[in-house]
């Protein structure tokens, strides 16, 4: 059900994109820096709606890096550069998302970054699996491919999809208020389950990041379900592990109720410039199927916004560590 008390907005236009989430936000000047009172209806609305589309903002790199600072605190990209990588751009806040590797050149099919970058095909949030997980990323196209090919980006209400949770689950959730192991590895290995570069990466080696799979969104003050395919196994209260097979059973049966169609929307990307903002403590998302792989440049570049809720850092050590590209 849509929220009964929607905002109303007087610097700029919003129109929702799906029945509970997600809307396109027109009426910014993105040549200027975004004025305090323009910028508190930006964030009255993605506390509504979850996902923003802003079609063709005129952000280039610094501009797209200076707006999103108005989110929070930023994430850094250069933890993530392990075994030589290097970042194309000159700002250590901005994400490559594209299919190009560091050189420009593009990615080939069945490559290890190809393999690796599959992993966000598969529903998730972006940094479940660091210590202190994301709160808003904002992904705006320098490059698309040509029409036809698809790459879209598919969000999940996840908040509503708690809502709709029938009587008993939802019961039993918070009663035992799960505990979610999540990993990068782990989704990754289950995107691509055959390659060789990922087959023998053991995702209990590497550090999981632990967040309670019930949370309250501090913003909206609506309860969501902070799931992914990131999740590895659940933990009880005392820390001991949901047995198997019954933990990837309800891991796998959470996801497949928040991912049915009721609780999608798909966003196509038209043109450079294009921007989506989502908040990562509200709903998921994934790269969808994209055609043009080793063929087209699909230039996607990301800032990510560390969260600022107090659950930020879920039950994990309050470390600079991040789970590093191979
Ligand atoms: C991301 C992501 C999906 C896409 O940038 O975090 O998952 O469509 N992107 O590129
Ligand atoms: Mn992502």
Known sequence: MPHATEPVFQHIQVTKLA?????????????????????????????????????????????????????????DVKPYLTLGRKNRFPFDELFDVSNMEDD????????????????????????????????????????????????????????TAYDDLPAELKAQLNEADYIGANSLWHSRRKACPHSEFLRDIDPEAHPFGRHRILQLHEPSGRMNLYIANHLHHLEKADGTRVPEPEGTALIESLLTHATQPKYLLS???????????????????????????????????????????????GLNERTEERMGLP
Request: with cysteine; charged share 30%; proline share 5%.
């Open 267 to 313: 966003v196509d990307w038209r043109d450079p410039g294009d921007v989506i903002c989502w908040d990562n403590t509200a709903v998921m998302h994934r790269a969808g199927e994209f055609k043009g792989m080793g063929k087209f440049k699909r230039d996607m570049r990301r800032t990510t916004v560390h969260d600022g809720s107090s659950t930020a850092w």
């Open 104 to 159: 420009g050149s593009l990615v080939q099919v069945d490559s290890k970054r190809d393999h690796t970058s599959r992993g966000n095909s598969l529903f998730h949030v972006d940094s479940a699996f660091n210590p202190r997980r994301a709160g808003y990323s904002l992904l705006r196209a320098h490059e698309l491919p040509p029409p036809g090919y698809g790459g879209n980006t598919d969000f999940a209400d996840t908040r």
């Open 19 to 75: 029945p509970t989430f997600g809307a396109e936000v027109t009426g910014i000047d993105f040549n200027k820096p975004v004025e305090p009172e323009v910028f508190k209806e930006v964030l009255d609305a993605i506390t509504e709606y979850g996902v923003l589309v802003f079609r063709k903002a005129a952000l280039d790199d610094a501009r797209h890096v200076a707006f999103s600072r108005l989110f929070g605190e930023l994430d």
